[in-house]
């Protein structure tokens, strides 16, 4: 079944540091990836997202590229703030397999430090 | 657009009373809900996908019994843990998904703290 890997955290960050959050996939057919983000003690709110290979997604300075060829969709952004502390998600979702469905990785706990 | 709220936001009970969230999709037809359960850092698990006028599909594992869900109307879903325990203590989120091609993917609701003692 379609599964979806993220990089381990905690990742701790000093503010203006570049950061990449790794993501891999697995999937039969050809799912839309999504990154998430959860701040403490919230729900989850769409950061970016891509629906085919090679689209980039972007959002308040964070970015994600859908690469097919490696399975991947890793995050990234060149200047992380103190208020980018949260933990973010990656996952896919794939109509033609699974419906509506999303499939989530494990999450990423990112801290930035002034 | 795209708000889905959750409520209450905490609640606190006793072992073995019942517990009813609810999930409402605002400004939105929301023709799928789905409920998750979070545990403390850890990813979301899907519990129960529900359309609304039908009965919900849960997913392998949960009880069908201790987690009823209703989804009555296009704007409302409701999860009610019934006979808590404190194994159900946890963090459960839903999500809707509506037809309309600008709400044709999943929103979520900010989250419901159980905490049961």
């Known amino acids: 079944g379609d599964s979806v890997t993220q990089m381990e955290g905690p990742v701790t960050l000093s503010e203006e540091a570049f950061l990449t959050i790794n993501c891999t996939y697995t999937?039969?057919?050809?799912?839309?990836l999504f990154w998430y983000v959860q701040y403490p003690g919230e729900g989850l709110q769409l950061l970016l997202k891509?629906?085919?290979?090679?689209d980039k997604g972007s959002n308040k300075g964070f970015e994600a590229t859908y690469r097919k060829e490696t399975t991947s969709f890793h995050l990234e952004k060149g200047s992380v703030q103190v208020s980018d502390s949260a933990v973010y998600f990656c996952?896919?979702?794939?109509?033609?397999?699974?419906?509506?469905?999303?499939?989530f990785g494990e999450g990423t706990q990112l801290t930035v430090n002034p | 657009g795209a708000v889905v709220s959750q409520h209450p936001s905490w609640v606190i009970c006793k072992s073995g009373t019942s517990v009813k969230i609810e999930c409402r999709s605002l400004?939105?037809?929301?023709?799928?809900m789905f409920w998750y359960r979070q545990f403390p850092k850890q990813s979301l698990m899907l519990m129960a996908t529900?359309?609304?006028?039908?009965?919900?599909?849960?997913e392998q594992g949960v009880e069908k019994d201790k987690f009823l869900i209703n989804h009555a109307s296009l704007t409302l879903s409701t999860l009610t843990v019934t006979s808590a325990h404190p194994e159900d203590s946890s963090f459960y989120i839903c999500?809707?998904?509506?037809?309309?091609?600008?709400?044709?993917?999943?929103?979520f609701g900010p989250g419901t703290r159980l905490t049961v003692l």
């Open positions: 891509a629906t085919k290979a090679d």
């Open positions: 999937a039969t057919g050809y799912p839309s």
């Open positions: 999500s809707a998904r509506g037809l309309a091609s600008s709400y044709n993917e999943q929103f």
């Open positions: 529900s359309n609304e006028g039908s009965k919900a599909t849960y």
């Open positions: 996952a896919l979702s794939d109509r033609r397999t699974s419906g509506s469905r999303l499939t």
């Open positions: 400004d939105f037809q929301a023709t799928t």
